[in-house]
């Protein structure tokens, strides 16, 4: 009897851990399975056996639900972004010859501080067309009414 309980109860603490002990990088979930060709603290591809649409409804099903996760559809790969504070930037999905390549890379300063400056950049671009195109006008104005002036 005394064999049973504990039997019993190492199920019990097992079974929920080994639930939980699903692969996963940063937090974003991974596809078991497949060969891991680049594995590095910021950075990890794997190239897998199954279909590109089977990799892209497995992401799809386990980021439902999920706030700030955007997707991306383009001709050759699905592109999954993060918007929001979750420690992966992106999951890239592309076709591959040897089968379907997954990309997961970790959130930097490199490319946030990049968006910031082209941001910034961009305003005063903006800025300075609004400013040239004033200039120009106020000139083609102020000489149309110089020439109505002067006609008077």
């Excluded at 891991?36 to 190239?47: A, G, I, N």
């Excluded at 992106?90 to 300063?109: A, C, F, H, R, Y």
């Amino acid at each position: 009897m005394r064999k049973y309980v504990m039997f019993i109860i190492l199920v019990i603490v097992a079974l929920p851990a080994s639930i939980s002990w699903g692969e996963d990088f940063l937090g974003a979930p991974v596809i078991s399975g497949g060969k891991t060709v680049v594995s590095q603290k910021d950075r990890l591809e794997k190239l897998l056996d199954m279909g590109y649409q089977d990799a892209v409804k497995y992401y799809q099903e386990a980021l439902k639900g999920q706030e700030d996760v955007k997707f991306w559809d383009r001709t050759t790969e699905t592109y999954i972004e993060d918007h929001s504070n979750r420690p992966w930037h992106s999951i890239t999905i592309s076709k591959e010859p040897e089968g379907t390549k997954v990309v997961l890379l970790q959130d930097n300063w490199t490319w946030i501080i990049g968006t910031l400056i082209l941001r910034f950049i961009a305003v005063f671009v903006v800025l300075l067309v609004l400013y040239v195109a004033m200039c120009l006008s106020g000139a083609v104005l102020s000489r149309i009414a110089a020439a109505a002036e002067a006609k008077k």
